[in-house]
């Protein structure tokens, strides 16, 4: 059940699009007619542990790519407020992503639930409080995802390739398959040139590739573009 007073749920969001969390918050947090009280923004990896830890909140709605290492890297520091049998913050991922490498890997870093952006205001709600509940919440497509991953006999659950690479390094990835320039996958993930190049030499030697063309059929192979 939820630890809030009222039944109300206390909510931090982490979105790296201030115009976003904005939307947010002007959909749900009309706290006395939804039951959800906005206790926390974010726009990055340090910032949201900083603010899930100051407020302990209910539930995190979770964007999967943010300055700083992804919803991964904050599920990754926050498991000790996860794991408080009294009291624990629960993670519902909220991207526009609906990709299957970016849903099982906030499953498996310890979210609750994942929804897409395209969701309702009164469905958000609704997942929040399930969330906090303690429910698992997916859009209906995206649940096969987690299905495959995790429950089926010939899948297998774990990419030992894949799970080498860190959050950023498969952000980089997944651009650089794409076509993206260096130059515009710094503008996208709001990173340098050359740490662009720094993480992309990282993933060629993690996964023994020789170039972006092998890097592009490894990925296209692997369903991750």
């Known amino acids: ?6 039944g109300r749920a206390r909510v931090v969001l982490v979105d790296d699009h201030r115009m976003f969390r904005a939307g947010v918050q002007a959909e749900i947090g009309a706290t ?7 206790v926390g923004e974010a726009g990055d990896v340090d910032q949201a542990v ?24 904050v599920l990754r520091r926050c498991a000790p407020l996860m794991a408080d049998p009294d009291r624990p913050v629960r993670f519902l991922a909220l ?9 099982i890997g906030v ?24 969330v906090a509940e303690g429910d698992a919440v997916f859009s209906p497509r995206l649940a096969g995802f987690v299905l495959d991953a995790f429950a089926s006999s010939d899948t297998a659950p ?14 980089v990835l997944r651009l650089i398959a794409r076509g993206y320039a260096y130059k515009e996958v710094g ?15 990282a993933v060629l030697r993690k996964l023994q590739l020789s170039n972006r063309h092998e890097l592009t059929r490894w990925a296209t192979a692997r369903r991750l573009i």
Do not use: C, N, W
């Open 158 to 171: 774990v990419d030992e390739d894949l799970d080498r690479l860190t959050q950023r390094e498969r952000e």
């Open 107 to 130: 499953i498996r870093g310890g979210a609750r639930g994942y929804v897409t952006k395209t969701i309702t205001g009164t469905d958000l709600v609704d997942a929040i409080f399930r």
């Open 1 to 6: 059940m939820t630890e809030q007073p009222g």
């Open 187 to 201: 503008k996208e993930l709001f990173i340098s040139v050359k740490t662009v190049e720094s993480h992309v030499s």
């Open 32 to 38: 006395e007619t939804t039951g959800v009280e906005v």
């Open 50 to 73: 900083t603010v899930i830890k100051a407020t302990r909140p209910g539930v995190v709605l979770l964007d999967v790519h943010l300055p700083g290492g992804g919803g991964v890297e």
């Open 95 to 103: 991207s526009v992503s609906d990709a299957a490498e970016d849903v």
